[in-house]
């Protein structure tokens, strides 16, 4: 569907797992294409003439779940960047239900297969991203990190705002 008012949801990472990510975005990623922090985005474009129902079904889905623990599970080569691929059945699951509830809004990028990652590095080199794919490799440990809700924003052709957040197990 078309809009002129583009949404982006993204999962609400605890913050202390998220500064990891955020260093290595401000270290690769480029300057002057860098104007967020690192982010698990699980929806590109949802129509922001909806915005309503839509933070209805955030705040409906999260109150619902507790939070969740997400494993970040290996390196993505991007081609142009590199990205941490997250696992997470609990993610999934939320995913699946908020793609039925947005479905006749979704666009192309949004019907794929969703492979839930936070990119760190992208818009570079095929040297640049296999040299940090490569370095990063060396040193990668799985780990765990919080997800404690959802975050709605609203696209700014570059920048976001950010519109709403809905607490997992919070009931309003």
């Known amino acids: 569907m078309k809009t002129l008012k583009p949404l982006i949801l993204t999962a609400h ?3 202390s797992d998220l500064e990891p990510f955020d260093r290595l975005r401000q270290a690769n990623f480029p300057r002057d294409r860098n104007f967020l ?3 698990l985005t699980m929806f590109h474009r949802i129509p922001g003439e909806y915005k309503e129902q839509v933070v209805q079904h955030l705040i409906d889905v999260a109150a619902g779940h507790a939070p ?3 494993v970040v599970s290996g390196l993505r080569h991007l081609g ?3 990205a941490f691929s997250i696992v997470s059945p609990e993610l999934q699951a939320i995913h699946a239900i908020l793609r039925r509830a947005f479905m006749p809004w979704l666009g192309g990028q949004d019907m794929q297969k969703w492979q839930p990652h936070i990119t760190i590095q992208n818009k570079v080199s095929k040297l640049a991203a296999d ?3 490569a370095a990063l490799t060396r040193e990668f440990q799985p780990h765990t990190i919080e997800i404690i809700g959802l975050d709605l924003w609203r696209y700014l052709g570059g920048p976001w705002q950010h519109e709403s957040l809905a607490i997992f197990g919070q009931v309003r």
């Open 80 to 82: 142009a960047g590199v």
């Open 131 to 133: 040299s940090l794919h």
């Open 68 to 70: 969740i623990t997400a």
């Open 13 to 15: 990472i605890y913050d």
């Open 37 to 39: 922090r690192a982010h």
